[in-house]
């Protein structure tokens, strides 16, 4: 059995990149990724809200064929406004999406950062799976905090999140 465990960061507003985005905006773009995951993560292909009672959501994720994780995972969500979402799954995995302010503590030094926890219990530790398996977990880390920050601007561009 393998765990990994990520972190990756990048800023919300490189310099140069309109519109701003606010802390606000992000934390109802993640909002919204709770509720449409598909919206913001490629390998989901689609997400059902089961509930959603006092800031807990529990939902079902279907993820993309070949990816080495299960198609199907149940998960439960919490948002800790306006800072941070964690993502817990059946087998143990733990995902957190993190809004944090940079140094001068202005929209302009926004950051985001996701940290992820993933168990793989079929994958023997040392192995040449394990190794691909780290890498590719590693650019996929990369990808999502990437992806996200680029979901929200554009949906703030067209207006889903004033």
């Known amino acids: 059995m393998v765990n990994y465990y990520f972190a990756y960061t990048a ?6 990149t309109t519109p701003v985005l ?15 995951a598909q919206e913001f993560v490629s390998a989901i292909t689609s997400c059902t809200v089961l509930e959603d009672k006092d800031g807990v959501v529990t939902r079902a994720v279907t993820f993309k064929d070949g990816l080495g994780v299960a198609t199907n995972k149940k998960e439960v969500v919490k948002g800790y406004e306006p800072t941070w979402v964690d993502f817990h799954q059946e087998d143990g995995a733990v995902i957190r999406n993190i809004i944090s302010a940079g140094p001068d503590g202005t929209d302009e030094s926004l950051h985001m950062t996701y940290m992820f926890e ?29 992806m996200s920050i680029n979901t929200i601007r554009e949906m703030v561009v067209e207006g889903k999140i004033k």
Not at 22 to 36: A, D, M
Not at 126 to 143: C, D, I, P, Q
């Open 118 to 146: 993933w168990r793989y219990p079929t994958i023997e530790e040392g192995s040449v799976e394990a190794k691909e398996t780290h890498e590719k977990l590693k650019k996929m880390a990369k990808m999502a905090v990437d």
């Open 11 to 16: 800023p919300i507003n490189p310099p140069n």
């Open 22 to 36: 606010t802390v606000p905006q992000v934390w109802q773009g993640l909002q919204r990724k709770i509720r449409f």
